[in-house]
């Protein structure tokens, strides 16, 4: 298969990109790393991304932005970057990208445990995480040709515990292996409208 994996040198991204290079053709994409680059927040850098990779047989989607801040700290414009980048990229990346994916490929969103189980500072990145589970569940509804979609999310990854585990108190971190096989099953397995949900939290 040839897979392109945009946020395929970030923390998650890499272990993904690591997997699904040893038996595929993988390129990777982001704004400053990777192979080809691309600012998801931009939809003509998005197109241009495709025209330049040409037809794939999945697209895997590991990078997005929100600002997280106490909410009586967030202005306007502060939510717009998540809407901007998370959300409307990973939507523009499927809009865009559903010409460029070969019949019975498939597109592969990330989200995180916010959207079910929020912690403080994260109105915005809740926000857009339970957006685009709803998107996903609708646009499975109608992508052509075979096409399937879904959605890993998954709760703080054990590489990430470091950055962010002051904001996840007594959250179990997800080891990388797990969160891995999430991509792998969207990737290599035949559903789709599925919010692929990687937590520990019993
Ligand atoms: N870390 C966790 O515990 C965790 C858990 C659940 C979900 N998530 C979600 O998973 C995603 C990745 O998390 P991560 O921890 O792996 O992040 P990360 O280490 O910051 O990596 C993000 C990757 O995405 C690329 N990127 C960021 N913004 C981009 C943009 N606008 N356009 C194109 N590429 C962009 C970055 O490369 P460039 O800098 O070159 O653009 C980088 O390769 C995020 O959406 C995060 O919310 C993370």
Redesign the pocket.
């Known amino acids: 298969m040839k897979i392109l994996i945009?946020?395929?040198?970030?923390?998650?991204?890499k272990k993904v990109s690591d997997h699904f290079s040893k038996k595929h053709d993988v390129i990777i994409?982001?704004?400053?790393?990777?192979d080809v680059q691309?600012?998801?927040?931009d939809s003509q850098s998005i197109a241009a991304m495709f025209e330049a990779v040409g037809k794939v047989d999945a697209v895997v989607c590991?990078?997005?932005?929100?600002k997280w801040a106490a909410f009586d700290a967030m202005t306007e414009e502060d939510f717009y970057i998540g809407l901007r980048?998370?959300l409307m990229?990973q939507v523009n990346l499927v809009r865009i990208g559903q010409a460029y994916v070969n019949a019975g490929g498939s597109f592969t969103l990330?989200?995180?445990?916010l959207a079910d189980d929020p912690v403080v500072s994260t109105t915005s990145?809740a926000m857009v995480n339970g957006a685009i589970h709803s998107f996903v569940k609708a646009a499975c509804l109608e992508l052509k040709n075979g096409i399937r979609i879904n959605v890993v999310?998954?709760?703080?990854?054990e590489?990430?515990v470091e950055?962010?585990e002051a904001y996840f108190p007594g959250h179990n971190p997800?080891p990388m292996k797990k969160v891995v096989n999430g991509y792998v099953r969207s990737v290599a397995g035949k559903g789709t409208g599925e919010i692929i949900r990687i937590y520990d939290n019993r």
């Open positions: 945009v946020g395929g040198k970030g923390t998650i991204g994409a982001g704004r400053s790393s990777g691309v600012d998801i927040a590991i990078a997005g932005e929100a980048s998370k990229g990330t989200t995180g445990i990145a999310s998954s709760g703080l990854v590489d990430a950055r962010y997800i």
